[in-house]
């Protein structure tokens, strides 16, 4: 649907929405008061801790509060909101090159890190930890996510086409920091022009690859990915640093070339618009923390027959329903579906007809956990790896008996792993009491046999 | 302006659904079997009519009293699995079959292979197989009795005893011929290969035309409705098996191809043995189910009681499959080799 159309930069909003927590780990600390004047680019809450990262202004402008606000997660959380000045130039707060061929990767990393980046694919996870190579471990490749993570999303494609020279950049440094011999980018087949715009500006010195993939959901998941372009398996419950690899979204990479070449935090980000239930669908670039009624009323508004808006994308995003929530750096998309789209369809018993079987991309057995789930033997499914299970949504896609599958799943995974973080908290406990009572027990001993 | 905020609706990803449900899988099975269903009558002229309208009458009745009653509109029924089940115990019963006969067996279909075991979906056994095995228990007779096939010119005479009463001795006499395989195990008498693909032989309604039922299944496997394994599995064991057997000795047992094409081989293979339901789902157990099958299948041929075997080995196997399931799990991505527990 948005394909073709170049990615267009929106007005700025009146107010931006930045919430504290748009990334996983611990939320940001703020670092500016109510009242204050911040300008675009400016530093506005500071990470804690290494899984953090901090939070710029998206806008110049003034605080105007930092209170509980609409958060895309469904509850309310802290946020920054500040009101736009409208007579502002929005330049960036500190505009120029940054040096990095003389940086060590510890510096590179903390760069980063500053610059607030997150993975924009839609996990959000903080770009420094996932560079961070562990002591010991080393990184053969480093991997390029070119492929849309979902269905509907075009984020990515226009992003290869748009910001080639800030991607190439970005390898640059992340394979200087990495340590790595080569990279890989990995697109789909659908993309064809991306494929070949990339290919055609690799830079001669850039060990650099593209590698044509074929067109499937879940193709940009970051083990399918790994196994498509290198066929190395990561093992279960590791991460793909065990196999030497390290995977970044294109986004993410051009985002770092941008931080590199302008000194650019991640202030701003590129989402799809699209669906049949928004009138204009379009790939726009926009401040992060514009309100989600702001972007759709530029894209001439929602239908008349709006069911769903979703962010992110059918098979793995998020409904909202509340259009006041923000964009976040972690939103690649906004999805709008219709009523005929989204019908909520009868349930049928299972006829073992397997189409999850093969549907599943890392060969699960959906229906017989579905069934499981079902009946609440969720310690059952433990030994059925359960726990591998990325929620990817395939099997309730295909399913003919529209079984909620993956919505089940999700459920069991949810109290498998609490169970576990309780049976951890009991065992650590226990032996600390063990320990207690003997070191008491020995005390007593003392005594009765001083006396 | 602001966006007005409209309804909007709350749930969980994923919110596209593949636009196939069960019903839409269940009409395509009964699209498939149309060419085979025509056959029946153009060989068996209407008595093939009346077991089929009677077989669908009788499993669609025992559902609707089952599984729910009341408006159709809610009902299972409208799944559609019971008028397959109707529709292919019909293709393995005799022409001459009384039709009170069919109609018990169907009921018997559904409430044996199906309601006792928790309904759509829970069933070990393959309802239309269970009703024909309930059937040949009570009437072997009646069973195994086989009209003459013949063509649209007597599409009106009836082929046997179809309008007798409930437990009167229908009558069997009249006119009685024996199936291929008959008089392949019983007088050793081969029948052209081409008649059995084509259908022009005595048999039971919809196993004669060998050729239009894999037209069926080609159809299913084409919109993946259909697992092919078991089928391609089934032939080539049974082909394998028989060839080995025609090297050993061939005066006393056929070779490859009639074996294949005769009896309820290819309607069993295609969509007995695939009712997904009863068959394993991992892709490896497809294969071992379908081995196991072919294997049985020429057994009872040649080494049984019966000329024909194809009902009792896929419910044997259909015993199997929660076994072949288990010991068929696929290895997961990333998971280990071998050891699994």
New interface residues.
């Given amino acids: 649907m948005t394909r073709g159309r170049l990615i267009e930069r929106i007005p700025f909003p009146d107010e931006v929405i930045l919430p504290l927590s748009q990334h996983l780990g611990a939320p940001s600390k703020p670092v500016v008061a109510v009242g204050d004047t911040v300008h675009r680019g400016q530093l506005i809450a500071e990470a804690c801790g290494f899984v953090s990262v901090p939070l710029h202004a998206s806008v110049t402008g003034r605080v105007t509060a930092i209170e509980k606000r609409f958060h895309p997660s469904g509850r309310p959380s802290e946020a920054i909101v500040i009101a736009c000045d409208p007579t502002s130039p929005q330049t960036l707060y500190e505009e120029g090159p940054l040096q990095w061929e003389n940086l060590a990767t510890p510096e590179l990393l903390a760069t980063i890190q500053d610059g607030g980046f997150v993975g924009l694919g839609g996990a959000a996870f903080p770009t420094h930890v996932k560079l961070a190579v562990p002591e010991g471990k080393r990184v053969q490749f480093f991997l390029v996510n070119g492929c849309e993570c979902e269905?509907y999303l075009t984020t990515d494609h226009r992003i290869m086409l748009e910001y080639t020279e800030s991607i190439f950049l970005g390898i640059r440094i992340i394979l200087k920091m990495l340590g790595a011999e080569k990279t890989f980018i990995g697109v789909e087949t659908n993309k064809w022009d991306a494929i070949a715009s990339l290919r055609d500006q690799i830079p001669a010195d850039l060990p650099c690859e593209v590698i044509p993939l074929q067109t499937k959901y879940p193709q940009g998941a970051e083990?399918m990915l790994i196994?498509a372009v290198l066929h190395r398996?990561?093992?279960?419950?590791?991460l793909p640093i065990d196999v030497q690899v390290v995977v970044s979204n294109v986004g993410t990479i051009a985002g770092i070339g941008e931080l590199f070449a302008y000194g650019q935090p991640l202030i701003e980000r590129v989402v799809t618009v699209t669906g049949p239930g928004v009138h204009n669908p379009s790939t726009l670039l926009m401040p992060v923390g514009t309100p989600l009624?702001q972007v759709?009323?530029y894209c001439g508004?929602?239908t008349e027959e709006?069911?769903?808006?979703?962010f992110?994308g059918?098979?793995?995003?998020?409904?909202?329903?509340?259009?006041q929530v923000p964009i976040m750096k972690g939103t690649s998309g906004i999805?709008c579906?219709t009523e005929h789209?989204?019908l909520?369809?009868?349930e049928?018993?299972?006829?073992?007809?397997?189409?999850c079987?093969?549907a599943c991309?890392?060969?699960?057995?959906p229906?017989?956990l579905g069934s499981l789930a079902r009946s609440g033997r969720y310690d059952e499914m433990l030994?059925?790896?359960i726990l591998?299970c990325m929620e990817c949504?395939s099997c309730?896609?295909?399913?003919?008996?529209?079984i909620p599958l993956?919505?089940r799943f999700?459920v069991a995974k949810g109290l498998l792993r609490e169970q576990q973080a309780r049976e951890k908290v009991a065992k650590e406990r226990e032996a600390r009491e063990q320990q207690e009572r003997a070191k008491v027990g020995g005390d007593v001993q003392e005594k009765v046999g001083s006396k | 302006?602001?966006?007005e905020?409209?309804h909007?609706?709350?749930?969980?990803?994923?919110?596209?659904?593949?636009p196939?449900?069960?019903?839409?899988?269940m009409r395509h099975v009964i699209y498939s079997l149309i060419p085979v269903m025509l056959a029946a009558m153009f060989y068996f002229g209407v008595s093939a009519l009346l077991i089929m309208l009677v077989c669908v009458a009788g499993c669609g009745f025992t559902e609707w009293v089952f599984e729910g009653r009341g408006p159709l509109r809610d009902s299972p029924i409208k799944?559609g699995?019971a008028i397959v089940t109707g529709i292919l115990l019909a293709l393995t019963l005799p022409p001459g079959l009384p039709l009170w006969m069919a109609f018990l067996g169907a009921v018997m279909a559904i409430i044996l292979g199906k309601v006792l075991f928790g309904?759509?979906?829970?069933n070990v056994f393959n309802p239309s197989l269970t009703g024909r095995a309930f059937l040949q228990a009570c009437f072997p007779v009646a069973l195994t009795t086989w009209a003459p096939y013949g063509d649209l010119g007597r599409f009106l005479a009836l082929r046997g005893d179809n309008l007798s009463l409930p437990f009167l001795k229908p009558q069997f006499d009249a006119v009685s011929t024996a199936t291929p395989l008959a008089m392949m195990k019983f007088e050793s008498q081969p029948t052209e290969v081409t008649n059995l693909l084509l259908g022009s032989t005595s048999g039971s309604l919809g196993e004669t035309a060998a050729l239009l039922i894999l037209l069926g299944g080609g159809y299913l496997t084409y919109r993946?409705?259909l697992?092919w394994r078991i089928p391609v599995g089934i032939f080539a064991t049974v082909f394998l098996f028989a060839t080995l057997l025609n090297l050993i000795n061939a005066e006393k047992y056929p070779a490859g191809p009639f074996h294949l094409f005769s009896g309820g081989l290819v309607l069993g293979a295609v969509f007995m043995a695939t009712d997904?339901?009863t068959?394993p789902?991992?892709?490896k157990g497809a294969w071992v189910f379908a081995a196991g099958v072919g294997l049985l299948v020429v057994a009872i041929r040649q080494f049984g009681g019966l000329p024909e075997g194809v009902m009792y080995s896929i419910l044997l196997m259909n015993a199997f499959t929660p076994l072949i399931?288990r010991v068929t799990?696929?290895?997961?991505?990333?998971?280990?080799k071998k050891g699994e527990?």
């Avoid at chain 2, 309904?119 to 829970?122: A, D, P, V």
């Fill in positions: 269905p083990k196994k398996e990561v093992p279960s419950g590791r009624s759709l009323d508004g929602l709006i069911a769903q808006v979703l992110g059918p098979m793995m995003g998020s409904a909202q329903y509340n259009l999805l579906l789209q989204v909520s369809r009868r049928y018993p299972c006829i073992r007809c397997a189409a079987l093969d991309p890392v060969f699960l057995n229906s017989l030994g059925l790896h591998d949504g309730s896609y295909v399913c003919p008996s529209n993956v919505q999700r | 302006m602001s966006t905020a409209p909007l609706i709350l749930s969980t990803s994923p919110f596209l659904k593949r196939v449900d069960t019903p839409t899988i799944d699995s309904g759509l979906g829970h993946k409705f697992n997904p339901v068959s789902v991992t892709q399931d799990q696929p290895r997961i991505y990333g998971g280990r527990s």
